[in-house]
């Protein structure tokens, strides 16, 4: 690549990526771009996995043009393959049959969710199992095979894989130098990395021919790569590093292998409790909101990244908020007016203007976001 090469790309159209499924993250990115680091930082509990999973997942595979490929790497340190796999079949009984919840014979409504495809969910009065019923057990059958298996691939009974997907889900934790190598590999098997020899001195004064890599062509230049680490703070540490370290060399290694091989990351970490200040509250009032400054044990993610999203739960109430950026939370008779709020803020980034403020409306047993709507 060069900068005539890269110019006739943009002409083209190639730095716009496939579709997030949010119209206004889509404007901020041009969709997901090749060669980009992107940070997703939240509270516990606010929805930052949910959010990844449909944004970079979910919508690019079921809207992306058939002819562009995606495949994912995802480091998964806090969620399960199979309870992934329950979660992403609850979205599609949403957006295959329409269907996101269901009446049951006692009379109470429930969401499809993840619980209850795989028998977790309980009677509030009886305490007993709510069954799937035989209408849904077939539809989820259909899912398993149209959209499970394709994405996450098959495993026998003893979670062997017998056939590839598209995500290569990993649960193992990986060191920073053990992900790095897995992805090396996964490049070498996918491409070639390009070599320049030069000479040096070494340190009896010799001159030494050695090799460098100043480039990589991968097999199929139109494909994505999306690699997502969840979460930043669970890779082991290696040589001795604290918390801090480990952290910033992962982001070291993903530094090169984004320029190198063109690969999108998107890292999920948590904040600090920061938040919650109360001098804080005060000075930001109802445009309260996480910046790069709240996330925890590493600064050098909104240095490094060319998108920094930070989530935020306004209803929470330890916050004790009335309205949020001038809209209204609560009624008049105090009743919680946008109950599945979420608001996502672009703080930091390299390729636009920033801070831009974005108002979702999050169903989490669905996987699903929409944009929220003000009421009038």
Same mark, same amino acid.
């Given at each position: ?215 990589? &062509? ?5 494909? !994505? *790569?999306?690699?997502? @680490?969840?979460?930043? %703070?669970?890779?082991?540490?290696? #040589? ?93 008779? &105090? ?5 599945? !709020? *979420?608001?996502?803020? @672009?703080?930091?980034? %390299?390729?636009?203007?920033?801070? #831009? ?20």
């Amino acid at each position: 690549m060069n900068f005539v090469a890269a110019f006739k790309d943009g002409q083209l159209g190639k730095n716009k990526g496939p579709s997030t499924g949010i119209k206004d993250l889509d404007l901020a990115m041009l969709g997901i771009p090749r060669k980009s680091m992107i940070g997703v930082a939240a509270g516990p509990k606010v929805g930052k996995s949910t959010f990844v999973d449909f944004a970079f997942v979910l919508s690019p595979y079921l809207l992306a043009p058939p002819e562009v490929e995606i495949e994912w790497t995802y480091f998964s340190y806090e969620v399960d393959r199979i309870s992934k796999e329950f979660k992403f079949a609850a979205y599609f009984f949403l957006y295959d049959y329409g269907i996101e919840s269901f009446t049951y014979t006692n009379g109470k409504k429930y969401e499809i969710s993840a619980n209850y495809l795989m028998g977790k969910l309980l009677d509030e009065v009886t305490l007993e199992q709510i069954k799937v019923s035989t209408e849904h057990e077939n539809m989820l059958k259909n899912i398993y095979l149209r959209r499970i298996i394709p994405l996450f691939g098959e495993y026998n009974e003893n979670g062997v894989q017998i056939k590839k997907g598209k995500i290569d889900f990993i649960e193992q934790r990986e060191n920073p130098t053990g992900i790095r190598n897995y992805l090396i590999n996964y490049a070498k098997a996918n491409g070639k990395f390009i070599y320049q020899d030069y000479e040096t001195t070494d340190a009896k004064g010799q001159k030494v021919k050695k090799q460098r890599v100043i480039g990589y &062509k991968a097999d199929n230049s139109e494909k !994505y *790569r999306i690699i997502i @680490l969840d979460t930043l %703070r669970k890779v082991p540490p290696e #040589r001795g590093f604290n918390k801090k370290e480990t952290v910033d060399k992962v982001l070291e290694y993903q530094e090169e292998l984004r320029n190198l091989c063109h690969f999108t990351f998107i890292n999920i970490i948590h904040l600090n409790r920061s938040m919650s200040d109360i001098d804080r509250l005060k000075y930001m009032k109802d445009c309260l909101y996480p910046t790069g400054d709240d996330i925890k044990d590493t600064g050098n993610l909104s240095e490094a990244c060319n998108y920094l999203f930070t989530m935020f739960n306004a209803n929470d109430d330890k916050y004790n908020l009335d309205k949020h950026f001038g809209m209204k939370l609560t009624g008049n008779n &105090k009743e919680v007016l946008y109950p599945n !709020y *979420r608001s996502l803020h @672009l703080v930091e980034s %390299r390729e636009t203007f920033c801070p #831009r403020h974005i108002r979702l409306n999050m169903s989490g047993n669905n996987n699903n976001f929409t944009k929220l709507i003000e009421r009038t």
